[in-house]
């Protein structure tokens, strides 16, 4: 009898001590700051969110976005799917394609709230929302809902916008304190209050404007050092572009070239206005202290995409497939992540759905593509892809309603014919094919600022090879993604 009882007492000790190791709580709170257009260079000018995120815990290394613009990226990000999945490829007709194939019935926001969450969001939603939805639509999925409202002037969402705050319509002017970034901070300290006091654990999508262009900073903020300069890569401006796709090319005749004092005045105004939203940050960190809710909640901070100033000789904006464009920064803290814990792997926007439904105990849907990337903020050795699908723009132009398209300002390939592309992104390697049938491939271990185009050197087998691998990419769903991304290790030249 004694004997059993010493059993029982260990076995009793063993089971604590497993519970007391287990990092992860039942039903963690989540907040996701997402900003617009933000690139890697801008970073070192957030130190409130450098010490209170990265420091605090993870910062990613190869964080990459699978199409690099703001609607297709947000769609995946919601979804966890890849833009041929989701078939949000542009920003335009944006929203109205993902409204009219019901993709918001199964969303992240819809999955928590299925599970008990309280979730909001404050701020940018999906480019054209809320078209052909009525101005007063809500999507499914959203406790609280305060969205801007596309306009149809080229107005932008810093001063003067309109909100769809729970199904009202309500306008801001161009006073201090309307600015917008502080607004989405003043209506998430409330969110957390409420979510604290309902004692219901929640879900935040805190989705700012900056540093999207025209890059307006908060009053306040208008005496940041305007003599900055861009951190030039020896790409920017690149001597010879001969080797560069003629699409890309095309790209550059602009009849203005932008050159450093363009580059410099733009990086400026990005820092400038990035300023408000470190605050953010402090704030929410600050309320979570207060309300107790720190230990207990994920903090990401996260970009839709990544922007250039000038590389390869292109003007600003987005969309291609450099490393400017399709990297982003990513940083997440929260319980059972290590301080100064660094992610080398491989990982991109399609995670991070499946991610926080790992972190809250939420079954992850079949038709997800990405995966989960907990494991690697543990330490716990698991397969993990080789490399990523990078894809832009509509294939088949006559699929999509152009009555719904909208011109573009970032200098998309878009506006280019045949500037559609798919392409491959592998651990030291980008292989790149366009709708007008030419092609890149840059070995990024050589040449990590993509000077020196190799497409024409690779063997007739290296390029088979790669196209095969690229075809079977741009069709996979769900898990036989994962599968493909498991197997794309550089090929010899």
């Known amino acids: 009898m004694q004997k059993k009882i010493i059993i029982a007492i260990i076995m009793l000790a063993l089971l604590s001590g497993c519970a007391m190791n287990n990092p992860f709580k039942d039903s963690p709170n989540v907040i996701i700051i997402l900003t617009d257009d933000m690139d890697m260079t801008l970073m070192p000018y957030m130190p409130k969110t450098n010490q209170l995120i990265g420091e605090q815990g993870a910062t990613f290394e190869n964080y990459f976005i699978t199409t690099p613009i703001c609607c297709p990226s947000r769609s995946s990000m919601l979804r966890g799917q890849y833009a041929h999945n989701t078939d949000i490829l542009e920003n335009s007709p944006g929203f109205a394609r993902f409204f009219k194939l019901q993709e918001e019935e199964s969303t992240l ?168 939203v470190d605050e953010l940050v402090e704030g929410l960190v600050r309320s979570l202290e207060e309300t107790g809710q720190l230990e207990n909640t994920y903090i990401f901070f996260v970009s839709d995409n990544g922007f250039r100033l000038g590389e390869h000789r292109l003007p600003s904006g987005k969309g291609t497939p450099y490393e400017e464009d399709i990297r982003a920064p990513l940083m997440v803290r929260g319980p059972g992540i290590e301080p100064g814990t660094t992610v080398p792997q491989m990982t991109a926007n399609i995670d991070l759905a499946p991610t926080i439904a790992e972190m809250t105990g939420v079954d992850i849907p079949d038709f997800v593509d990405g995966r989960s990337f907990l494991p690697c903020l543990t330490g716990e050795e698991v397969p993990w892809r080789d490399g990523l699908l990078i894809e832009f723009g509509y294939i088949d132009e006559e699929a999509i309603d152009e009555a719904l398209k909208d011109p573009e300002t970032d200098n998309l390939l878009v506006d280019i014919v045949g500037g559609a592309f798919r392409g491959i992104r592998g651990e030291g390697y980008v292989y790149v094919e366009y709708a007008n049938g030419e092609i890149e491939f840059y070995d990024l271990q050589a040449d990590p600022y993509q000077l020196e185009n190799l497409a024409g050197r690779l063997s007739p087998e290296t390029l088979s090879r790669l196209h095969v691998r690229l075809e079977a990419l741009m069709e996979c769903e769900a898990s036989a993604c994962r599968l493909l991304e498991e197997d794309l290790k550089k090929e010899n030249q």
């Open 109 to 276: 926001a819809v999955w928590l709230q299925d599970a008990g969450y309280r979730t909001a969001l404050f701020g940018k939603y999906l480019n054209n929302y809320p078209v052909n939805a009525g101005r007063n639509y809500v999507p499914p999925g959203w406790t609280d809902w305060a969205a801007f409202i596309a306009e149809n002037d080229d107005g932008d969402f810093y001063f003067n916008y309109t909100m769809n705050e729970n199904g009202t319509l309500v306008s801001y002017g161009d006073s201090p304190e309307e600015y917008s970034t502080d607004l989405i901070l003043e209506k998430s300290l409330a969110f957390i209050e409420s979510s604290v006091a309902a004692d219901s654990p929640f879900f935040l999508l805190a989705s700012v404007y900056a540093p999207h262009g025209p890059a307006t900073p908060a009053p306040r903020h208008s005496a940041v050092d305007s003599a900055l300069t861009y951190p030039q890569k020896p790409s920017f401006n690149e001597t010879d572009i001969s080797d560069k796709p003629q699409i890309i090319q095309s790209l550059t005749q602009t009849g203005d070239e932008f050159d450093e004092g363009d580059a410099n005045n733009a990086f400026a105004g990005r820092v400038a206005s990035l300023q408000a």
